[in-house]
Nanobody, 122 residues
Framework: QVQLVESGGGLVQAGGSLRLSCAASGRTFSIVTMAWFRQAPGKERAFVAAIRGSGGSTYYADDVKGRFTIARDNSKNTMYLQMNSLKPEDTAVYYC???????????????WGQGTRVTVSS
């Protein structure tokens, strides 16, 4: 089992920045990919960014590319999402997730955090 706990959400004005954290514990050594997803009000949960493998390859959804940066600190078993130039449409609950697979599909993620809310005001 893997436990994931997000933190760092909040209210920010458009153009501002936030950094989300995801602390992982448990059987983390078998995890291949960790990712951030988000779910805006009235919408389905969607992929935001992922970091994969020992080399830490990163992948981003088109609408956050160039504004968000995913990173991890293996010594702390923590993943981060640095969000810059935030827009009102970034408002959502952000979820940290982990999988034993090399995948960006929600269905392949075995472990999820409880979510942290990000609200961007215009």
């Amino acid at each position: 089992q893997v436990q994931l706990v997000e933190s760092g959400g909040g209210l920010v004005q458009a153009g501002g920045s936030l950094r989300l954290s995801c602390a992982a514990s448990g059987r983390t050594f078998s995890i291949v990919t960790m990712a951030w997803f988000r779910q805006a009000p009235g919408k389905e949960r969607a992929f935001v960014a992922a970091i994969r493998g020992s080399g830490g390859s990163t992948y981003y959804a088109d609408d956050v590319k160039g504004r968000f940066t995913i990173a991890r600190d293996n010594s702390k078993n923590t993943m981060y999402l640095q969000m810059n130039s935030l827009k009102p449409e970034d408002t959502a609950v952000y979820y940290c997730a982990a999988t034993y697979a090399s995948s960006f599909y929600i269905k392949d993620y075995d472990y999820w955090g409880q979510g942290t809310r990000v609200t961007v005001s215009s």
